[in-house]
């Protein structure tokens, strides 16, 4: 009898995580909603990128970075290299000479430490009221600063995630899959951000204000 009940109780959880939630999502965000006042404002952005052996990607993704459609005097572009043993660090610096004005900020960390304590060195280091984090690989669209920067004209909101879409889905192996799967993400976050209660961020591309950075204790 024990056995019955833990096999129904887990296959109700089961329904209700992929089933259940988005529904409940779905009533919810109809009926207490809590718009965001979105505006087109530009404060000063820190786009902070934690790289370890990204040399494959690393050029492209700063010179991706530079391409935002966001004024150049207030976006800060900061490469928080973690101890790389490929070379990420070296391409990151010669861009970043290359480009020069000061435009992109390249943190040598010698020693592969983790994510985290990268993340958390550097963060005090950066000069913007906004800080946006991305990973190496993911290429940004030329408005997406815009568009994610705009959340904050609402002092309400202390962080902002931006979508992930994945593109030429049909030239890769599990594309359509992998499409799928983070279009049903993106609708939980949308869903939960109706709601005030977004759970969590894109790893391509989020926003936090400084002020509210938590410095998280690495595990």
Known sequence: MIAIVIFWLSLALAVYVYAGYPLLLAVLRRVAKRPVAKQPIEPTVSLLVAAYNEADVIEAKIRNALALDYPAARLEIAIACDGPNDGTTVIAQRVA??????????????????????????????????????????????????????????????????????????????????????????????????????LGCHGSLYAIRRALYPFPKPG
């Open 97 to 198: 000479k290359e480009i020069g004005q000061g435009r992109v900020r390249v943190f040598a960390y010698p020693v592969n430490r983790g994510k985290l304590h990268a993340l958390n060195d550097t963060i005090p280091q950066l000069t913007g009221e906004i800080v946006a984090f991305s990973d190496a690989s993911s290429m940004l669209a030329p408005d997406s600063m815009r568009t994610l920067v705009a959340n904050f004209a609402d002092a309400r909101v202390g962080a902002a995630s931006g979508v992930y879409r994945v593109l030429r889905g049909e030239e890769a192996a599990l594309g359509k899959q992998e499409d799928f799967y983070w279009k049903y993400e993106t609708y939980l976050k949308l869903a939960e951000a109706d709601v005030g209660s977004i």
